[in-house]
Structures are given as structure tokens and as C-alpha cells.
């Protein structure tokens, strides 16, 4: 399996803007990655609950945004460690997980 090249820059612009959503997660990992879905469902199901419980008191619509602000919270954590982290470092953490995933089929 070929590694392509992920631009570092890029994944931590993805984890800074659109983290809450997972972008960063499918840029530097693919569609197999089950933190990236769950970024996603996060964010889909605070959407879903803003359109549900549009118009509630306070207290639901802070609760309804809980699942996006701690998506949120966690990828502005993973833009700081991209961010600080040696691009080497990343690509072993990768090769390791690959050579994982080959072993496992």
C-alpha cells in the first residue's frame, strides 16, 4: 500500500476550522476512521437537536450543543499536537496503524 503525502499544514487548518465536524480526521486517515465518524455523528446530532428543540429554553439548546462543543474542544487539541508535532513522528504513528491494518486482513 503506497503512503501518500498529507500536508500538515492543511491537516491542522481542517482540525482548527472544521473540527467539529471531522474533516481533519478523513483528510490524514481516510473513511476508516472511527473518531472521525464519530466527529460527524456529533455533529449531525447537534444539528438534529437544534432543528427539534428550536425555540427551547436555554438549558436544552446549551445541552443540544454539547456533543459539537466536545467534537470541537477535542480537535482544537489535535490541531495543537499536529501543529507541534514533528512531521516524522506523525508518519511512523501512520506507518505503524498501516502495518497494523495489513496485519489484521
Known amino acids: 500500500m503506497p503512503e501518500t503525502h498529507k500536508n500538515k499544514t492543511l491537516a491542522v487548518f481542517l482540525a482548527a476550522v472544521t473540527g467539529g465536524a471531522g474533516i481533519h480526521r478523513f483528510y490524514l486517515r481516510g473513511k476508516r476512521d472511527v473518531w472521525g465518524w464519530l466527529h460527524l ?35 482544537a487539541l489535535q490541531a495543537l499536537i499536529l501543529g507541534h508535532t514533528s512531521v516524522a513522528a506523525g508518519m511512523n504513528t501512520l506507518a505503524k496503524q498501516a502495518v497494523a491494518l495489513e496485519n489484521k486482513s
Open 41 to 75: 455523528a456529533g455533529f449531525v446530532l447537534t444539528l438534529s437537536c437544534y432543528a427539534v428543540f428550536r425555540g427551547s429554553d436555554p438549558v436544552t439548546a446549551m445541552l443540544c450543543s454539547l456533543p459539537l462543543t466536545f467534537s470541537a474542544l477535542a480537535a
